[in-house]
């Protein structure tokens, strides 16, 4: 019923791109970008390469496209992945310590990346840097404390959301702190809109979420004892099943 193997990263980040839950936030990231041709756009944690050819069609051959993350794995893929766009350019690079230009870029892009960094504040303000006034950035972002399974035993779900929150991610409430961090790094945000997927099916929800992993991990972090840990993955297991968690999709200018 449950995935006990932890997913190579790059096989996640293509797993998720792939559901329509994926294609659907992604697209709307896309509109809200605004991408037109002839700009320089920049994808801040760009993974595998996931949205890179994308961008490189908004911005057409007179674009250019920047890829930077800190991975070397994805970094290699994404460069093969983007090998016949003449217009992509991929880096190993700090999203906090950018080695671009002030006032390069026209547009820029974050999914799912200021929830791991160590200074989100920090990136911000080198996105901001690296933006032409006028320029944009879209980031997407979950709000993990958001994060709601039904079970009948309703400490057990929010002892999991806890562990969550408390232990997995980082930046667990980034998702509902990005205007306010922006608007300290100096953008203007003029649209934030919540994007809630529910989860019906366990088997789906486990792909994205991990559920017996992450609950064996509350385990040994004193967040669940191993009977609790054993009713909760049974009713997850028998259903029905329901999760949600919010997601937000923050657009900022400079």
């Avoid at 294609?23 to 801040?44: A, F, I, W």
């Avoid at 993350?69 to 690079?93: F, I, N």
Wanted: proline share 5%; with cysteine; net charge negative.
């Amino acid at each position: 019923m449950f995935e006990n193997v932890t997913p190579d990263s790059i096989v996640y980040l293509d797993r998720l791109a792939a559901t329509d839950l994926g294609h659907s936030y992604k697209g709307r990231m896309l509109d809200e970008l605004g991408v037109r041709p002839g700009q320089t756009v920049v994808d801040l944690g760009c993974g595998p390469g996931t949205d890179l050819n994308a961008l490189a069609e908004a911005v057409t051959a007179t674009g250019t496209v920047i890829g930077v993350d800190h991975d070397q794995a994805a970094v290699d893929a994404a460069r093969e992945r983007t090998a016949g766009q003449g217009t992509v350019a991929v880096h190993l690079g700090d999203i906090q310590d950018l080695q671009l230009a002030d006032h390069t870029a026209d547009r820029a892009r974050t999914d799912r990346v200021l929830q791991h960094v160590t200074d989100p504040v920090l990136a911000l303000r080198e996105i901001h840097r690296v933006l032409r006034p006028g320029g944009r950035i879209v980031m997407g972002e979950p709000d993990w404390d958001t994060l709601t399974i039904d079970h009948p035993d309703s400490d057990l779900s929010h002892s999991y959301t806890q562990y969550v929150t408390d232990k997995v991610i980082r930046n667990a409430r980034i998702g509902r702190q990005l205007p306010r961090l922006s608007a300290e790094a100096g953008f203007e945000v003029p649209t934030v809109i919540p994007v809630t997927p529910v989860f019906r099916d366990v088997q789906a929800a486990d792909k994205i979420l991990g559920l017996e992993r992450t609950t064996q991990r509350a385990v040994t972090a004193g967040y669940f004892t191993d009977e609790a840990a054993r009713r909760w993955l049974d009713h997850l297991a028998g259903g029905p099943f329901l999760a949600a968690v919010t997601f937000y999709i923050v657009v900022a200018e400079s």
